[in-house]
């Protein structure tokens, strides 16, 4: 599978608990970017690695959430004490480069109850 | 901050017609432009990229035209299926191209 991959596909967690999803990008991209989607808006941008390096964070991205891509390969996306108002889509995507096409997973829905 | 807006909202056409989903953005100093593919629930599928310095680009029964000038884009879809039913989002990065602003869609649905 040469795709973007993520994982769990859907979770169900309840508030105040802490999750953790996990990006698998198509091999040889460099960059790895994580969005947030929730239901009729488009998808809001959180964050952006350059192999392993962090380089942009959004206002989005509360001191709650915390990103990680140790070695430039997969990527890790950790919420800290769940809020209902994180239940939404979590996207990843990866590119070669800058302003290059970027290539989404399917997403891991979260649900907050 | 770019703002990208996308109308319509939905779009409901019955098979066999050709049709034009736009989008419009506020920044004109961008990178390029995308047009994706949404399906209920799931991620997003790249349509076609046209670069800041193209006018079109087309793939199969889709062709995206950019003006950057003017701050628009438009995807047109000839002869249209039931499988096109969807949600379609434009995105655009800045010149930085370290992210993509996306709009809000345009939900289109074809009826056999």
């Known amino acids: 599978d040469t795709g973007v991959s993520q994982n769990p596909r859907h979770k169900i967690t309840k508030r105040g608990q802490n999750v953790t999803f996990r990006c698998d990008p198509i091999?040889?991209?460099?960059?790895l970017y994580w969005y947030r989607q929730t239901l009729g808006q488009g998808p809001e941008f959180l964050t952006y690695f350059q192999n392993e390096a962090q380089l942009e964070k959004s206002r989005l991205l509360s001191d709650r959430f915390s990103a990680e891509r140790p070695k430039g390969s997969f990527s890790t996306l950790e919420i800290q004490r769940t809020e209902q108002g994180d239940s939404a889509m979590y996207l990843c995507a990866s590119s070669l480069g800058e302003g290059l096409e970027q290539y989404f997973g399917p997403g891991t829905r979260l649900t907050v109850t | 901050k770019q703002e990208v807006t996308q109308i319509p909202a939905a779009l409901s056409v019955p098979e066999g017609e050709n049709l034009v989903l736009n989008c419009s953005f506020t920044?004109?100093?961008?990178?390029?432009l995308q047009w994706f593919r949404q399906d209920p629930g799931k991620g997003l599928t790249s349509l076609l990229l046209?670069?800041?310095?193209?006018r079109e680009q087309t793939s199969g029964r889709l062709n995206a035209s950019l003006d950057k000038s003017s701050g628009r884009s438009t995807l047109y879809i000839a002869a249209s299926q039931p499988g096109d039913s969807a949600t379609y989002l434009c995105a655009v990065p800045p010149n930085t191209g370290n992210q993509f602003y996306f709009g809000t869609g345009t939900s289109l649905t074809v009826i056999p």
């Open positions: 046209i670069q800041s310095s193209q």
């Open positions: 920044d004109s100093a961008i990178y390029n």
């Open positions: 091999s040889e991209h460099n960059r």
